[in-house]
Protein backbone atom coordinates (compact mmCIF):
# COMPACT_ATOMS: atom_id res chain seq x y z
CA UNK A 1 0.00 0.00 0.00
CA UNK A 2 1.06 3.58 -0.71
CA UNK A 3 2.08 5.64 2.24
CA UNK A 4 0.17 9.07 2.21
CA UNK A 5 2.58 11.89 2.79
CA UNK A 6 2.64 11.81 6.81
CA UNK A 7 2.89 16.32 6.60
CA UNK A 8 0.89 17.88 10.05
CA UNK A 9 -2.10 18.24 7.62
CA UNK A 10 -2.97 14.60 6.27
CA UNK A 11 -2.36 14.15 10.43
CA UNK A 12 -5.37 16.29 11.43
CA UNK A 13 -7.49 14.75 8.41
CA UNK A 14 -7.04 11.07 9.44
CA UNK A 15 -7.76 12.25 13.27
CA UNK A 16 -10.96 13.56 11.77
CA UNK A 17 -11.94 10.67 9.25
CA UNK A 18 -10.37 7.68 11.20
CA UNK A 19 -9.76 8.14 14.62
CA UNK A 20 -13.25 7.86 16.54
CA UNK A 21 -11.94 9.55 20.13
CA UNK A 22 -13.67 8.70 23.72
CA UNK A 23 -16.45 10.40 24.44
CA UNK A 24 -16.73 12.03 21.05
CA UNK A 25 -19.17 14.56 20.23
CA UNK A 26 -21.54 13.24 17.89
CA UNK A 27 -22.15 16.23 16.44
CA UNK A 28 -19.02 17.79 16.14
CA UNK A 29 -17.22 14.29 14.38
CA UNK A 30 -14.93 14.84 11.54
CA UNK A 31 -14.59 18.63 12.55
CA UNK A 32 -12.03 18.94 15.85
CA UNK A 33 -9.31 21.26 16.00
CA UNK A 34 -7.47 19.18 18.58
CA UNK A 35 -3.88 19.39 19.90
CA UNK A 36 -1.48 16.64 18.27
CA UNK A 37 1.36 16.19 20.66
CA UNK A 38 4.91 14.32 19.32
CA UNK A 39 7.23 14.37 22.19
CA UNK A 40 7.37 15.32 26.23
CA UNK A 41 9.75 16.02 29.01
CA UNK A 42 9.46 15.86 32.24
CA UNK A 43 6.10 18.13 33.03
CA UNK A 44 6.15 19.43 29.59
CA UNK A 45 4.67 18.12 26.32
CA UNK A 46 5.78 18.92 22.73
CA UNK A 47 2.82 20.04 20.11
CA UNK A 48 3.27 19.43 16.28
CA UNK A 49 3.48 22.56 15.99
CA UNK A 50 6.70 22.89 18.27
CA UNK A 51 5.02 25.10 21.34
CA UNK A 52 5.83 23.14 24.86
CA UNK A 53 3.23 23.27 27.02
CA UNK A 54 2.58 22.50 30.55
CA UNK A 55 0.71 19.12 30.43
CA UNK A 56 -1.77 20.24 33.84
CA UNK A 57 -3.37 16.20 33.91
CA UNK A 58 -0.76 14.83 33.50
CA UNK A 59 -2.10 12.57 30.70
CA UNK A 60 -5.04 11.36 32.34
CA UNK A 61 -4.06 12.09 35.75
CA UNK A 62 -1.56 8.92 35.38
CA UNK A 63 2.02 10.51 33.94
CA UNK A 64 3.31 10.55 37.65
CA UNK A 65 7.33 10.37 36.71
CA UNK A 66 6.75 12.81 33.76
CA UNK A 67 7.30 12.55 30.00
CA UNK A 68 10.70 11.09 28.69
CA UNK A 69 11.49 8.71 31.54
CA UNK A 70 14.59 6.76 30.04
CA UNK A 71 14.21 3.98 32.80
CA UNK A 72 11.00 3.04 32.38
CA UNK A 73 11.29 2.79 28.69
CA UNK A 74 14.61 1.03 29.06
CA UNK A 75 12.82 -1.53 31.62
CA UNK A 76 10.06 -2.18 28.54
CA UNK A 77 12.53 -2.57 26.07
CA UNK A 78 14.40 -4.78 28.03
CA UNK A 79 11.79 -7.20 29.14
CA UNK A 80 10.02 -7.36 25.30
CA UNK A 81 13.52 -7.83 23.84
CA UNK A 82 13.53 -10.83 26.39
CA UNK A 83 10.18 -12.26 26.50
CA UNK A 84 7.52 -10.31 25.73
CA UNK A 85 4.80 -12.03 26.49
CA UNK A 86 3.90 -15.01 28.55
CA UNK A 87 0.35 -16.42 29.00
CA UNK A 88 -0.87 -15.84 32.28
CA UNK A 89 -3.83 -18.94 32.89
CA UNK A 90 -1.92 -21.91 33.58
CA UNK A 91 0.91 -20.62 34.04
CA UNK A 92 2.96 -16.95 34.61
CA UNK A 93 6.03 -14.65 33.58
CA UNK A 94 8.29 -14.14 36.68
CA UNK A 95 7.88 -10.43 36.40
CA UNK A 96 4.33 -10.10 36.94
CA UNK A 97 4.70 -12.54 39.91
CA UNK A 98 7.90 -10.35 41.05
CA UNK A 99 5.23 -7.32 40.81
CA UNK A 100 2.40 -8.74 42.58
CA UNK A 101 4.21 -9.16 45.58
CA UNK A 102 5.72 -5.63 45.27
CA UNK A 103 2.07 -4.21 45.26
CA UNK A 104 0.74 -6.71 47.61
CA UNK A 105 4.06 -5.61 50.17
CA UNK A 106 2.40 -2.14 50.05
CA UNK A 107 -1.48 -2.27 50.49
CA UNK A 108 -2.96 -1.84 53.29
CA UNK A 109 -3.77 -4.50 55.68
CA UNK A 110 -4.55 -7.98 54.44
CA UNK A 111 -5.14 -6.63 50.68
CA UNK A 112 -2.65 -9.49 49.37
CA UNK A 113 -4.19 -10.95 45.82
CA UNK A 114 -3.70 -9.09 43.13
CA UNK A 115 -5.69 -9.50 39.94
CA UNK A 116 -3.63 -7.75 36.94
CA UNK A 117 -6.15 -6.21 34.25
CA UNK A 118 -5.81 -4.28 31.31
CA UNK A 119 -6.87 -0.95 32.95
CA UNK A 120 -9.21 0.89 35.54
CA UNK A 121 -12.42 0.13 33.64
CA UNK A 122 -11.34 -3.63 34.12
CA UNK A 123 -10.05 -3.53 37.02
CA UNK A 124 -13.57 -2.22 38.30
CA UNK A 125 -15.32 -4.77 36.08
CA UNK A 126 -13.09 -7.30 37.27
CA UNK A 127 -13.66 -6.24 41.07
CA UNK A 128 -17.43 -6.43 40.49
CA UNK A 129 -17.62 -9.99 39.43
CA UNK A 130 -15.58 -11.06 41.97
CA UNK A 131 -17.81 -9.54 44.26
CA UNK A 132 -21.01 -11.44 42.75
CA UNK A 133 -18.44 -14.83 42.41
CA UNK A 134 -17.95 -14.56 46.43
CA UNK A 135 -21.56 -14.41 47.01
CA UNK A 136 -22.78 -17.10 44.35
CA UNK A 137 -20.22 -19.43 46.50
CA UNK A 138 -21.17 -18.56 49.52
CA UNK A 139 -24.76 -19.24 48.44
CA UNK A 140 -26.16 -16.21 48.69
CA UNK A 141 -26.77 -15.21 45.11
CA UNK A 142 -29.34 -12.46 46.03
CA UNK A 143 -27.03 -10.35 47.15
CA UNK A 144 -25.31 -8.62 44.35
CA UNK A 145 -26.44 -4.79 44.02
CA UNK A 146 -23.89 -2.15 44.37
CA UNK A 147 -24.30 0.87 46.07
CA UNK A 148 -22.87 4.12 44.24
CA UNK A 149 -22.77 7.80 44.12
CA UNK A 150 -24.20 10.52 41.85
CA UNK A 151 -21.12 11.89 39.69
CA UNK A 152 -18.98 8.70 40.44
CA UNK A 153 -16.56 7.19 37.53
CA UNK A 154 -15.50 3.51 37.88
CA UNK A 155 -15.13 3.05 34.21
CA UNK A 156 -16.22 2.28 30.94
CA UNK A 157 -16.87 -1.49 30.64
CA UNK A 158 -20.54 -2.36 31.00
CA UNK A 159 -20.60 -3.51 34.67
CA UNK A 160 -17.79 -0.35 35.35
CA UNK A 161 -20.07 2.11 33.49
CA UNK A 162 -23.09 0.77 35.34
CA UNK A 163 -21.96 1.74 38.66
CA UNK A 164 -20.52 5.17 37.54
CA UNK A 165 -23.00 7.72 38.52
CA UNK A 166 -22.83 10.82 35.49
CA UNK A 167 -25.90 11.52 34.49
CA UNK A 168 -24.19 13.06 31.30
CA UNK A 169 -22.56 9.64 30.46
CA UNK A 170 -26.01 7.40 31.69
CA UNK A 171 -27.99 9.63 29.29
CA UNK A 172 -27.54 7.64 25.61
CA UNK A 173 -26.26 4.43 26.77
CA UNK A 174 -27.78 1.71 28.86
CA UNK A 175 -26.42 0.40 32.00
CA UNK A 176 -26.57 -3.05 33.34
CA UNK A 177 -30.49 -3.23 34.95
CA UNK A 178 -30.94 -3.15 38.65
CA UNK A 179 -27.22 -3.47 39.35
CA UNK A 180 -26.74 -0.24 40.83
CA UNK A 181 -28.17 1.96 43.48
CA UNK A 182 -26.98 6.11 43.28
CA UNK A 183 -26.67 7.67 46.37
CA UNK A 184 -26.18 11.93 46.09
CA UNK A 185 -22.75 13.11 45.61
CA UNK A 186 -21.07 14.38 48.75
CA UNK A 187 -19.97 17.71 47.56
CA UNK A 188 -19.62 19.91 50.46
CA UNK A 189 -19.26 23.03 47.93
CA UNK A 190 -23.01 22.62 46.88
CA UNK A 191 -24.82 21.49 50.93
CA UNK A 192 -27.69 23.44 51.50
CA UNK A 193 -27.36 27.00 52.83
CA UNK A 194 -26.67 27.21 56.55
CA UNK A 195 -26.02 23.52 56.79
CA UNK A 196 -22.69 22.83 58.61
CA UNK A 197 -20.06 20.23 57.93
CA UNK A 198 -20.57 18.06 60.47
CA UNK A 199 -24.56 18.11 59.98
CA UNK A 200 -24.20 17.47 56.31
CA UNK A 201 -21.65 14.62 56.76
CA UNK A 202 -23.92 12.91 59.06
CA UNK A 203 -26.89 13.73 56.27
CA UNK A 204 -24.46 11.88 53.89
CA UNK A 205 -23.74 8.69 55.90
CA UNK A 206 -27.13 7.95 56.89
CA UNK A 207 -27.83 8.23 52.84
CA UNK A 208 -25.38 5.10 52.55
CA UNK A 209 -26.94 3.41 55.69
CA UNK A 210 -31.06 4.26 55.14
CA UNK A 211 -29.81 2.42 51.51
CA UNK A 212 -29.11 -0.32 52.60
CA UNK A 213 -31.91 -0.66 54.95
CA UNK A 214 -34.38 0.44 52.11
CA UNK A 215 -32.55 -2.48 49.75
CA UNK A 216 -32.13 -4.88 52.52
CA UNK A 217 -28.61 -5.81 53.28
CA UNK A 218 -29.24 -9.21 52.05
CA UNK A 219 -29.42 -7.23 48.96
CA UNK A 220 -26.45 -5.32 48.75
CA UNK A 221 -23.30 -6.65 47.81
CA UNK A 222 -20.76 -3.62 47.98
CA UNK A 223 -20.15 0.32 48.32
CA UNK A 224 -17.82 1.44 46.02
CA UNK A 225 -16.51 5.23 46.14
CA UNK A 226 -13.65 7.07 44.72
CA UNK A 227 -11.61 8.45 47.82
CA UNK A 228 -11.37 11.74 46.12
CA UNK A 229 -14.18 11.93 43.34
CA UNK A 230 -12.06 12.47 40.24
CA UNK A 231 -13.44 13.41 37.54
CA UNK A 232 -16.86 13.80 38.62
CA UNK A 233 -15.02 17.56 39.60
CA UNK A 234 -12.22 16.45 42.36
CA UNK A 235 -14.93 16.24 45.16
CA UNK A 236 -13.13 16.26 48.71
CA UNK A 237 -15.64 14.44 51.15
CA UNK A 238 -15.71 15.53 54.67
CA UNK A 239 -13.49 14.56 57.08
CA UNK A 240 -14.15 10.85 58.57
CA UNK A 241 -16.60 10.40 55.63
CA UNK A 242 -15.31 7.45 54.47
CA UNK A 243 -14.37 5.94 57.96
CA UNK A 244 -17.71 6.48 58.88
CA UNK A 245 -19.08 4.30 55.45
CA UNK A 246 -16.83 1.64 56.01
CA UNK A 247 -18.45 1.09 59.35
CA UNK A 248 -22.22 1.08 58.03
CA UNK A 249 -20.75 -1.38 55.49
CA UNK A 250 -19.35 -3.40 57.98
CA UNK A 251 -22.54 -3.58 60.23
CA UNK A 252 -24.71 -4.78 57.29
CA UNK A 253 -21.80 -6.98 55.78
CA UNK A 254 -21.60 -4.83 52.51
CA UNK A 255 -18.30 -5.15 50.75
CA UNK A 256 -15.95 -1.66 50.31
CA UNK A 257 -14.39 -1.38 46.94
CA UNK A 258 -11.83 1.62 47.56
CA UNK A 259 -11.67 2.99 43.52
CA UNK A 260 -7.68 4.06 43.85
CA UNK A 261 -7.38 4.38 39.89
CA UNK A 262 -6.22 8.06 40.35
CA UNK A 263 -5.28 8.45 44.18
CA UNK A 264 -3.07 5.10 43.83
CA UNK A 265 0.29 5.27 42.93
CA UNK A 266 1.16 8.48 44.97
CA UNK A 267 -1.26 11.61 43.98
CA UNK A 268 -1.97 12.35 47.22
CA UNK A 269 1.66 11.19 48.60
CA UNK A 270 0.90 7.66 49.72
CA UNK A 271 0.99 4.33 47.71
CA UNK A 272 -2.77 4.17 48.31
CA UNK A 273 -4.60 6.99 50.45
CA UNK A 274 -7.09 4.59 51.55
CA UNK A 275 -5.69 3.79 54.93
CA UNK A 276 -2.68 6.88 54.74
CA UNK A 277 -4.99 9.05 53.83
CA UNK A 278 -8.62 8.33 54.65
CA UNK A 279 -8.05 5.80 57.82
CA UNK A 280 -9.63 2.73 56.04
CA UNK A 281 -8.59 -0.79 55.01
CA UNK A 282 -11.42 -1.59 52.48
CA UNK A 283 -12.25 -5.18 51.39
CA UNK A 284 -10.85 -4.82 47.18
CA UNK A 285 -8.72 -1.41 46.21
CA UNK A 286 -8.74 -0.86 42.59
CA UNK A 287 -5.96 0.62 40.60
CA UNK A 288 -4.85 1.64 37.38
CA UNK A 289 -2.98 4.75 35.63
CA UNK A 290 -0.15 5.72 37.83
CA UNK A 291 1.07 1.93 38.28
CA UNK A 292 3.07 2.38 35.30
CA UNK A 293 3.11 6.15 34.78
CA UNK A 294 0.86 5.82 32.20
CA UNK A 295 4.05 4.41 29.59
CA UNK A 296 1.90 1.27 29.04
CA UNK A 297 -1.99 0.19 30.29
CA UNK A 298 -2.21 -1.53 33.54
CA UNK A 299 -4.29 -2.32 35.94
CA UNK A 300 -5.29 -4.54 39.30
CA UNK A 301 -7.83 -5.07 41.67
CA UNK A 302 -6.69 -6.01 45.02
CA UNK A 303 -8.46 -8.82 47.14
CA UNK A 304 -8.22 -9.14 50.65
CA UNK A 305 -7.03 -12.58 52.56
CA UNK A 306 -10.43 -12.57 54.21
CA UNK A 307 -12.88 -12.00 50.95
CA UNK A 308 -10.02 -14.95 49.30
CA UNK A 309 -10.60 -17.37 52.32
CA UNK A 310 -14.36 -17.42 51.97
CA UNK A 311 -13.99 -18.97 48.26
CA UNK A 312 -10.48 -20.46 48.24
CA UNK A 313 -9.22 -24.24 49.64
CA UNK A 314 -12.20 -26.20 51.20
CA UNK A 315 -14.68 -23.26 50.36
CA UNK A 316 -14.45 -23.34 47.26
CA UNK A 317 -17.02 -26.34 46.11
CA UNK A 318 -15.54 -26.72 42.76
CA UNK A 319 -15.41 -22.86 42.13
CA UNK A 320 -12.95 -20.75 39.24
CA UNK A 321 -13.23 -17.41 39.34
CA UNK A 322 -14.02 -17.44 35.28
CA UNK A 323 -12.60 -14.31 34.58
CA UNK A 324 -9.40 -12.77 33.25
CA UNK A 325 -7.47 -11.39 30.22
CA UNK A 326 -5.08 -12.59 27.51
CA UNK A 327 -2.92 -9.21 28.77
CA UNK A 328 -3.75 -10.02 32.86
CA UNK A 329 -0.15 -8.83 34.02
CA UNK A 330 1.41 -8.30 30.70
CA UNK A 331 5.14 -8.42 31.75
CA UNK A 332 5.73 -5.60 29.36
CA UNK A 333 3.51 -3.54 31.42
CA UNK A 334 5.08 -5.67 35.31
CA UNK A 335 8.44 -4.27 33.97
CA UNK A 336 7.18 -0.11 33.49
CA UNK A 337 5.36 -0.85 36.70
CA UNK A 338 8.52 -2.28 38.86
CA UNK A 339 10.35 0.41 37.45
CA UNK A 340 7.72 3.33 38.67
CA UNK A 341 8.12 1.24 42.26
CA UNK A 342 11.67 1.22 42.30
CA UNK A 343 12.20 4.99 41.48
CA UNK A 344 9.14 6.14 43.31
CA UNK A 345 10.89 4.73 46.08
CA UNK A 346 14.38 5.82 44.65
CA UNK A 347 14.01 9.29 44.25
CA UNK A 348 11.34 9.92 47.06
CA UNK A 349 8.70 10.97 45.46
CA UNK A 350 5.94 10.15 47.46
CA UNK A 351 7.67 12.41 50.56
CA UNK A 352 8.35 15.05 47.83
CA UNK A 353 4.54 15.23 47.06
CA UNK A 354 4.11 15.73 50.10
CA UNK A 355 6.16 18.57 50.83
CA UNK A 356 5.12 20.08 47.78
CA UNK A 357 1.43 19.95 47.88
CA UNK A 358 1.24 22.68 50.52
CA UNK A 359 2.15 25.37 47.92
CA UNK A 360 0.05 23.43 45.35
CA UNK A 361 -3.41 23.82 47.33
CA UNK A 362 -2.74 27.10 48.73
CA UNK A 363 -1.91 28.39 44.72
CA UNK A 364 -4.87 27.12 43.78
CA UNK A 365 -7.12 28.23 46.83
CA UNK A 366 -5.85 31.27 46.39
CA UNK A 367 -8.00 31.80 42.67
CA UNK A 368 -11.08 32.02 44.84
CA UNK A 369 -10.78 35.05 44.63
CA UNK A 370 -10.68 35.44 40.79
CA UNK A 371 -14.17 36.87 39.48
CA UNK A 372 -15.58 33.68 37.57
CA UNK A 373 -14.19 30.77 40.16
CA UNK A 374 -17.01 29.62 42.77
CA UNK A 375 -15.16 26.84 43.90
CA UNK A 376 -11.01 25.58 44.99
CA UNK A 377 -10.71 21.92 45.94
CA UNK A 378 -8.07 19.23 46.19
CA UNK A 379 -5.54 16.97 47.57
CA UNK A 380 -2.07 15.83 47.36
CA UNK A 381 -1.34 16.78 43.81
CA UNK A 382 -4.97 16.80 42.25
CA UNK A 383 -6.89 19.87 42.12
CA UNK A 384 -10.24 21.67 40.36
CA UNK A 385 -11.54 25.03 40.05
CA UNK A 386 -15.18 25.37 39.57
CA UNK A 387 -16.43 28.35 37.77
CA UNK A 388 -19.95 30.21 38.55
CA UNK A 389 -21.25 33.25 36.40
CA UNK A 390 -22.87 36.09 38.58
CA UNK A 391 -26.39 35.09 36.42
CA UNK A 392 -25.89 31.55 37.15
CA UNK A 393 -24.99 31.54 40.56
CA UNK A 394 -24.22 28.30 42.23
CA UNK A 395 -26.92 25.95 40.25
CA UNK A 396 -24.40 23.54 38.59
CA UNK A 397 -26.97 23.34 35.28
CA UNK A 398 -27.22 26.72 34.52
CA UNK A 399 -23.81 27.96 34.83
CA UNK A 400 -21.85 28.79 32.14
CA UNK A 401 -21.29 24.92 30.73
CA UNK A 402 -18.36 26.57 28.09
CA UNK A 403 -16.37 27.92 30.76
CA UNK A 404 -14.20 24.92 31.02
CA UNK A 405 -13.72 24.58 27.44
CA UNK A 406 -12.68 28.28 27.41
CA UNK A 407 -10.52 28.47 30.26
CA UNK A 408 -8.54 25.60 29.03
CA UNK A 409 -8.17 27.25 25.38
CA UNK A 410 -7.07 30.60 27.01
CA UNK A 411 -4.77 28.41 29.29
CA UNK A 412 -2.85 26.73 25.99
CA UNK A 413 -2.06 29.86 24.46
CA UNK A 414 -0.19 30.68 27.23
CA UNK A 415 1.34 27.11 27.83
CA UNK A 416 -0.53 24.82 29.53
CA UNK A 417 -2.83 22.49 29.43
CA UNK A 418 -6.24 21.94 31.56
CA UNK A 419 -8.75 19.41 31.61
CA UNK A 420 -12.09 20.78 31.06
CA UNK A 421 -14.78 19.27 32.14
CA UNK A 422 -18.19 21.61 31.40
CA UNK A 423 -17.75 24.39 34.08
CA UNK A 424 -14.71 23.26 36.01
CA UNK A 425 -11.01 22.67 35.31
CA UNK A 426 -9.20 20.00 36.85
CA UNK A 427 -5.39 19.14 36.95
CA UNK A 428 -3.10 16.47 38.31
CA UNK A 429 0.75 17.26 36.95
CA UNK A 430 3.33 14.57 37.14
CA UNK A 431 4.68 13.98 40.56
CA UNK A 432 7.75 15.25 39.80
CA UNK A 433 6.59 18.47 39.38
CA UNK A 434 9.04 20.97 41.38
CA UNK A 435 8.16 24.07 43.32
CA UNK A 436 9.39 26.20 40.61
CA UNK A 437 7.10 24.87 38.41
CA UNK A 438 4.15 24.88 40.43
CA UNK A 439 4.12 28.39 40.55
CA UNK A 440 4.91 28.25 36.58
CA UNK A 441 1.37 26.93 36.16
CA UNK A 442 -0.54 28.75 38.64
CA UNK A 443 0.35 31.66 37.53
CA UNK A 444 -0.84 30.77 33.63
CA UNK A 445 -3.69 29.62 35.09
CA UNK A 446 -4.41 32.75 37.06
CA UNK A 447 -3.99 34.64 33.72
CA UNK A 448 -6.10 32.29 31.51
CA UNK A 449 -8.98 32.39 34.07
CA UNK A 450 -8.94 36.00 33.82
CA UNK A 451 -8.67 36.40 30.46
CA UNK A 452 -11.84 33.85 30.67
CA UNK A 453 -13.61 36.21 32.70
N1 LIG B 1 -11.96 4.54 38.09
C1 LIG B 1 -11.66 5.85 38.20
C2 LIG B 1 -11.76 6.50 39.55
C3 LIG B 1 -11.24 6.59 37.09
O1 LIG B 1 -10.97 7.90 37.22
C4 LIG B 1 -11.11 5.92 35.84
C5 LIG B 1 -10.67 6.66 34.66
O2 LIG B 1 -10.53 7.85 34.64
C6 LIG B 1 -11.44 4.56 35.77
C7 LIG B 1 -11.84 3.90 36.91
C8 LIG B 1 -11.32 3.84 34.47
O3 LIG B 1 -9.99 3.64 34.14
P1 LIG B 1 -9.52 3.34 32.64
O4 LIG B 1 -9.81 4.56 31.84
O5 LIG B 1 -8.06 3.02 32.78
O6 LIG B 1 -10.29 2.17 32.15
Excluded at 118 to 145: C, Y
Excluded at 198 to 207: G, M, N
Aim: glycine letters at 10%.
Amino acid sequence: MQRRDAGFQSVREWDNANFLHPWEGMETLGQNDRTFTESGEGIYVTTETGRRLIDGPGGMWCVQLGYGNAEIADAMARQAREMAYFSPFNNASSVSARLAHEIAQRSPGDLNHVFFTTGGSTAVDSALRFVHFRNNVLGRPEKKIVISRHKAYHGSTYLAASVSGKERDKSWLDQAPGLAHFLPDVNPYRRPAGMSIDAFLDEKVADLENAIRAIGADKVAAFIAEPILASGGVIVPPKGYHRRCLEVCRKHDVLYISDEVVTGFGRLGHWFASEEVFDIVPDIITCAKGMTSGYVPMGACIISDRLIADVAGGNAKGATFSNGYTYSGHPVSAAAALKTIEIIEREGILEHVRKVTPLFQERMHAMRSLPIVGDTRGMGLVGCIECVTETAGTDPLATDRALGALIDTRCQELGLILRPIINMCVFSPPLVISESEIEQMFDIMEQGIRLAA
